[in-house]
């Protein structure tokens, strides 16, 4: 419910990853129409719940911040006023929270409800995208996006109303001044992209090869997550695994950090297709894309068709430095032309239009019901504990209280247990059954 709308909204965030809540936190501030008076961060129970060092590493703050389950957030959504609501979630938590939320409010006031993408989207473009319809805006993060997004809810008849083109919310930074001594590389690591062991092997190899060839560049392997934390995709093989036991050259290091900070001190950005492309194109960072490993849909790489940026190892080993595409960066929105300080002006003004009528709003209208998806909808919901009609199922907890120090040691243990068996048990079972 919200509380006005007044110069100073009151906003929550609801998370379910780093990446999200660094998403989610950041556009928060950045769609605000006036400085927001409060910002609530609620972190979505489940295996990708973000460590305290993962939250610091994000750069992204509220004024607090607690672990909820689904259930635990339905409920403070209704004692608490929030005149904005961003649902920073993979897909299917945003249709379960548009769904549950639609039944704890009623008819009554709420908030204006925002969702988007944390980056680029190479993959389930229609399954996402009709999981996110319903809420008030859908933001896309360039006029590419926009234009597909459109496409997707006219192609089956939904109102196409809510997409609202912005840009990532994290972008920013120096722009490149030239190249420093030392020259430094960094390869941006991805969780989830390559997946097999030899692919991430190879990638390690001409990184390792690169490091040699230039002894006078440092050499960064700039990493996601430590070993046990989960990130946005499950990392199965992290780097710091294949790198065991290996000699590596004095000038290749292993970093985490800020990717900003990374930045500052990057001559080239090299990777498969992570968004840190997209954050180095904006500063005019000389970036590649790689093409080693093909350009597939599965890498995610074909997103940079026609960016100028593809290239492989080779050609960089060689002293390539790609130079990218102008229109392709605009149609992007990397704004590196400047235009970057008004991309969320379209937001802000249709967010305060919501808020002057924030006492009409109409309930959330998700187009996902029983009536259009019963063979999909009632399951999705099931596994958040609602059902068909958004209520929480029968049993479900939904305690005010915080977990004691009993109820948290199980939690992370579990957690870890979890962790343990994707990057330790499962992939031996995989390659036990390929004998």
């Not at 008076?37 to 973000?50: S, V």
Request: with cysteine; glycine share 10%; charged share 25%.
């Amino acid at each position: 419910m919200p509380a006005s709308a007044t110069k100073s909204p009151r906003i929550a965030v609801l998370a379910d990853s780093d990446t999200r809540w660094k998403w989610g936190a950041l556009t928060a501030r950045r769609i605000a129409p006036a400085a927001a008076g409060r910002l609530d961060g609620y972190l979505l129970r489940g295996r990708a719940t973000p460590t305290p060092r993962q939250l610091a590493e994000t750069g992204a703050t509220a004024d607090a911040l607690r672990e909820v389950t689904g259930a635990e957030f339905l409920r403070a959504m209704t004692e608490e006023s929030y005149d904005i609501l961003v649902l920073a979630l993979v897909g299917g938590g945003v249709q379960a929270m548009l769904h549950g939320l639609r039944h704890a409010w009623g008819g009554g006031r709420r908030p204006v409800v925002v969702t988007g993408y944390v980056g680029v989207v190479y993959e389930k473009l229609a399954d996402g995208l009709l999981l996110r319809h319903g809420a008030d805006l859908v933001l896309a993060n360039s006029a590419e996006d926009a234009d597909r997004f459109r496409a997707v809810y006219e192609g089956v008849g939904a109102d196409a109303g809510a997409v609202t083109e912005v840009a990532l919310p994290f972008l920013g930074g120096a722009a490149y001044a030239g190249e420093r001594a030392p020259c430094t590389v960094t390869f941006a690591a991805q969780p989830s992209v390559p997946e097999s062991r030899a692919d991430r092997t190879y990638l390690l190899d001409r990184l390792i090869g690169h490091a040699r060839r230039y002894p006078e560049r440092e050499v960064l392997l700039k990493l996601r997550s430590k070993p046990g934390e989960h990130t946005t995709h499950i990392e199965e093989l992290p780097y710091q695994k294949l790198v065991r036991g290996r000699e590596l050259p004095a000038n290749l290091r292993l970093v985490y950090g800020h990717m900003g900070e990374v930045l500052d001190r990057t001559d080239l950005l090299v990777t498969i297709s992570s968004t840190a492309a997209l954050e180095s194109l904006h500063r005019r960072v000389p970036t590649a894309v790689l093409t080693d490993l093909g350009v597939r849909e599965a890498l995610g790489n074909h997103h940079f068709l026609g960016s100028g940026c593809l290239t492989s190892w080779d050609r960089l080993d060689a002293g390539h430095r790609p130079e990218p595409d102008p229109g392709w960066l605009a149609r992007q929105g990397v704004a590196a032309d400047g235009s970057y300080a008004t991309a969320f002006d379209a937001a802000r003004a249709r967010i305060a239009a919501l808020l002057d009528r924030s006492g009409v709003l109409l309930p959330l209208n998700p187009y996902y019901t029983p009536e259009t998806a019963p063979g999909y909808l009632p399951g999705l919901l099931a596994r958040h504990h609602l059902g068909p009609d958004g209520a929480p199922l029968p049993g479900t907890p939904a305690t005010r209280a915080e977990p004691g120090p009993v109820r948290q040691i199980v939690r992370r243990a579990a957690r870890g247990a979890y962790r343990h068996g994707v990057q330790r048990v499962a992939p031996v079972i995989r390659r036990m059954g390929e004998l």
